[in-house]
């Protein structure tokens, strides 16, 4: 499942703000559609009865969201609520100055737009904005557990969702719910985890990268949130998906050492036994762990996807115990290429008849078993048209390619 490195990485993304995407501001060709009070509507726009890239004037609407983490787009809605009520309001330069509030009756005047998939108002200047009064912000649509919903007709509107499970978490922080919608961040950071669950969710539904997503306003949309109990699972089990958010792994053996980078460790362990599916690396941030091949220990941490990389997070040094017993890692014996790297992802496995076809980049190089050879925990020296009867080492993902990582020169056999 492939990635970039997790030590590198992974506090820096948890900084970046949720990303509405840019792009170029085009109101040329345009329409003017002029509203009053039998003007047109939001449900106008949305439905198709205002064409796109028209120039539209929208009076009498509710500000239902502040600015979002962008701060280039606010969300309004008809006070009537429902369906298709819901429009984003953009504007290329931002609103870092505009005084305006969550349920401002709210003039707007702009050019209505699609933008992969997502209808927007497009504003040029504040002057296109005008506050007209205060109105009461429609209440979230009650769409229940969810099931079935149609989200297309929900997008730019404020919904709840009730009883919701998080079953998945991706590197950037966004979840997806047991309603089949994303969990994001485009307006606040969220705390959660996989497997935590929301009694009652809510938020505006934002439509990126061709799929929904639920965005919480604040923590009232948050509801009550009950974060998961860390439970004893089998890393086969998380990397078949059957397990996710925290888990102990229990007596498991470590494959490598530790790949130290600015106080950060990676290292990687097994099930006992090894078998499909049975490895994964271990992430540990800002603890200096002393782990050795062999090395039989239990983990309690996060487990999760990190670019499609399977790994787990131990926060600190208590979620890392050392048995002071050791092992044997088993290795996975392959004799041809598989068809496939996923199921070799994280595991301890000796290829045959290794040929070297690239001089070394960066300590790597490519063979002909299209992975790559990788000096994450060993300086090797291969070069190209170098053969090796057989070339040990954990199966690791970085960069969008795979590696598998040799652990000393005894892994590297002529």
């Known amino acids: 499942m492939p990635t970039t490195s997790p030590a590198l990485f992974l506090l820096f993304l948890a900084t970046l703000p949720a990303c509405i995407e840019s792009k170029p501001l085009d109101t040329t060709d345009t329409d003017d559609t002029t509203g009053g009070a039998d003007g047109p509507s939001v ?6 009865t205002v064409p796109l890239e028209s120039i539209v004037t929208l009076e009498g609407l509710v500000v239902t969201s502040p600015l979002n983490r962008d701060g280039d787009g606010f969300f309004v809605a008809d006070p009537a609520g429902g369906a298709n009520s819901g429009l984003y309001v ?55 557990d969810g099931a079935g919903v149609d989200w297309e007709q929900y997008e730019s509107v404020a919904v709840q969702l009730d009883a919701q499970t998080v079953t998945s978490v991706d590197a950037f922080n966004t979840g997806t719910l047991s309603a089949g919608i994303k969990l994001d961040d ?39 949130y009950s974060a998961p109990v860390a439970e004893s699972a089998t890393v086969a089990q998380v990397q078949s998906g059957a397990m996710c958010g925290p888990v102990i792994f229990e007596d498991v053996v470590a494959t490598t050492g530790v790949a130290e980078d600015d106080g950060s460790a990676l290292f ?46 131990v926060a600190d040094a208590t979620g890392f115990e050392a048995s ?36 070394q980049t960066y300590g790597e190089v490519s063979t002909d078993w299209s992975i790559k050879m990788d000096d994450l925990y060993f300086d090797h020296t291969a070069a190209n048209g170098d053969r090796y009867a057989t070339v040990t080492g954990v199966v690791y993902y970085s960069y ?11 892994d590297l056999v002529e």
């Not at 005047?109 to 912000?137: K, R």
């Not at 092992?327 to 070297?356: C, K, R």
């Open 43 to 48: 449900f106008d726009v949305n439905d198709g």
């Open 90 to 144: 953009w504007r290329q330069t931002g609103f870092a100055d505009l005084a305006i509030a969550v349920g401002d009756e709210v003039r707007v005047t702009g050019t209505t737009t699609e933008f992969f998939g997502w209808i927007e108002l497009v504003v040029d200047s504040f002057d296109d904005i005008s506050v007209t009064g205060e109105a009461t912000v429609p209440a979230p649509v009650a769409l229940g």
């Open 186 to 224: 485009g307006f606040q950071y969220l705390d959660f985890d996989c497997r935590g669950q929301f009694a009652t969710l809510s938020g505006i539904v934002f439509y990126q990268y061709e799929a929904h997503s639920l965005n919480p306003r604040s923590e009232t949309d948050l509801g009550v």
């Open 268 to 313: 990687f362990v097994q099930d006992a036994g090894g078998g499909a599916n049975s490895g994964a690396g271990v992430f540990v941030k800002d603890v200096l762990v002393d782990v050795n091949p062999g090395d039989i220990v239990t983990l309690t941490g996060s487990a999760d996807e990190f670019f499609d990389f399977t790994q787990m997070y």
């Open 324 to 359: 002071g017993e050791t092992g044997t890692p088993v290795a996975e014996s392959l004799s041809e290429m598989p068809a496939d790297w996923e199921p070799y992802e994280g595991m301890l496995v000796t290829l045959a008849d290794v040929l070297v076809t690239s001089d």
């Open 400 to 410: 969008s390619e795979w590696k598998i990582e040799p652990r000393s020169e005894a």
